[in-house]
């Protein structure tokens, strides 16, 4: 198992006949900003697992990516970029996310994230916790900056109450 600071996912799409793919230009942009700050990170591209969204794909993905997440431990995870037309992958991907890592906070991201009125989408129709609107190459360093610090601020109190010196 790999541990990572942050977990990329990039959502699939059904591609329409003659529709090309590659990496969003946005997780690169994201990827690029985690290491200038000397985070770790890994992506599962979720487009190279499915094409379409007919039913049969959409089984492929649930069972393909609970493999795929099997292989990491990541600090937090990201979901995107999300746009409108992702919403049923969207939900397997947050379904098998929340169940391979139940404690791990899930951030989604990109064009919809980004649309004012549309939060609901997220936090009830998809049951995510945080959302990062429009650019995310100052807020998700950040975010791994608090997150690590929460965990150093646990194991203080911890060492505190167990009256043990714990060198971090
Ligand atoms: C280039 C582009 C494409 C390219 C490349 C897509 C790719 N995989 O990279 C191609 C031609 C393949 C394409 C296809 C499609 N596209 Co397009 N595309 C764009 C376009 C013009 C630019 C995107 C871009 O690269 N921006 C530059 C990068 C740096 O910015 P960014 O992606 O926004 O990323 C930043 C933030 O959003 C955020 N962010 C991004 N991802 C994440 C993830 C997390 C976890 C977090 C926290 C933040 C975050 O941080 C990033 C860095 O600052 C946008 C319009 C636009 N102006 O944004 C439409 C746009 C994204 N596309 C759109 C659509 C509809 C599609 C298609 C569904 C079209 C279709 N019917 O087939 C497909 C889906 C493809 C897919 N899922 O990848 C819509 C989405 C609308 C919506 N409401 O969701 C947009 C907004 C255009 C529009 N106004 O209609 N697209």
């Known amino acids: 198992m790999k541990y990572v600071d942050l977990l990329l996912i990039n ?3 059904h591609m329409r006949n003659g529709g090309g793919n590659f990496f969003p230009l946005g997780l690169g942009y994201i990827i690029s900003s985690v290491e200038t700050h000397n985070y770790t990170w890994a992506s599962v591209d979720c487009t190279k697992i499915i094409t379409t969204f007919f039913s049969d794909s959409l089984k492929i993905l649930t069972e393909k990516l609970r493999i795929e997440l099997a292989a990491y431990l990541p600090q937090i995870i990201g979901i995107g970029p999300c746009i ?10 947050v379904q098998c996310c929340s169940e391979s890592f139940p404690n791990i906070p899930i951030v ?13 989408v997220f936090f ?4 995510i916790q945080y959302i ?4 995310a190459e100052e807020a998700i360093p950040d975010a791994i900056n608090a997150i690590k610090n929460l965990t150093i601020l646990a194991i ?6 167990l009256d043990t010196s714990i060198i971090i």
């Open 108 to 120: 989604a991201g990109g064009p919809l994230a980004s649309i004012d009125g549309q939060e609901w």
């Open 132 to 135: 990062i609107k429009g650019d």
């Open 156 to 161: 203080v109190n911890l060492s505190q109450h």
């Open 11 to 13: 959502p699939p799409f």
């Open 84 to 93: 409108t037309s992702q919403l049923r992958a969207l939900k397997i991907i």
């Open 124 to 127: 009830e129709e998809l049951g």
